[in-house]
């Protein structure tokens, strides 16, 4: 697999949408632009469209692979498509859409963990624990789930939508919802200092690029390792 980053078409698409996302007279080849990237970076069930990388990174893998980490300084899999979805999730439901995310009691059973939160300084245990414990098969519904209903937020996006800057309250909702935890406070200074078009620009967009190329390596490591010790290398 390639790297997205690597990806002239996506990285391109994303820095012409970092020049237009604000423009009154751009809106509807903004909204176009980002629904093409976000497509390429969620599983092809999210849009309809055809297979894609992102199918292809998680089609085939064990759930050992989900919760292995590759490496002392990696995290797993799992974590990192919990991370996406939960944040991506309070992101675009509750700070772009002021309605209430997806992620309730029924998904926190289906998907079999006690976590709520972002995911964002969780220590080497908690990673583990989150890893060993989540269902992946509900990780991936959840997530895809999150994504389909991104796009349906972006459709009734206004030009003065991309403006807007986000709301002291909404923040509060999130502190409130247990999505971040005391360490990982600093996110809610970060999200607040954006306007809508500067969010739409990072956590449903080049953050997924930046993680999911992190799962291609993770998957690439795995099974690299793999290979060598049935080779008997190790």
């Not at 909702?173 to 500067?198: F, H, M, N, P, V």
């Amino acid at each position: 697999m390639k790297y997205l980053d690597t990806d002239d078409l996506i990285s391109e698409k994303h820095k012409t949408l970092n020049k237009i996302i604000r423009r009154n007279d751009k809106l509807e080849e903004a909204k176009k632009l980002f629904l093409e990237i976000h497509a390429a970076l969620h599983m092809s069930a999210v849009s309809g469209g055809e297979a894609n990388e992102i199918d292809v990174l998680f089609s085939d893998l064990t759930p050992r692979e989900f919760k292995v980490v590759p490496s002392p300084e990696d995290e797993t899999i799992a974590w990192a498509v919990w991370h996406l979805a939960r944040i991506e999730d309070m992101v675009m439901n509750i700070l772009v859409n002021h309605s209430q995310q997806m992620f309730n009691d029924e998904w926190n059973k289906r998907m079999n963990t006690a976590f709520t939160d972002t995911g964002v300084e969780m220590t080497g245990d908690e990673i583990i624990k989150l890893s060993n414990e989540i269902n992946v098969n509900e990780l991936l519904a959840y997530r895809n789930a999150v994504g389909q209903r991104t796009r349906e937020i972006i459709a009734e996006l206004t030009a003065q939508d991309m403006k807007r800057a986000v709301l002291p309250e909404k923040l509060s909702q999130i502190r409130s919802e247990r999505g971040t935890c005391e360490k990982s406070e600093w996110l809610l200074e970060y999200w607040g200092s954006k306007d809508i078009a500067g969010l739409l620009l990072m956590p449903p967009t080049r953050h997924l690029m930046m993680h999911l190329n992190d799962c291609i390596k993770w998957k690439q490591k795995v099974r690299n390792e793999r290979k060598r010790q049935h080779n008997g290398y190790l």
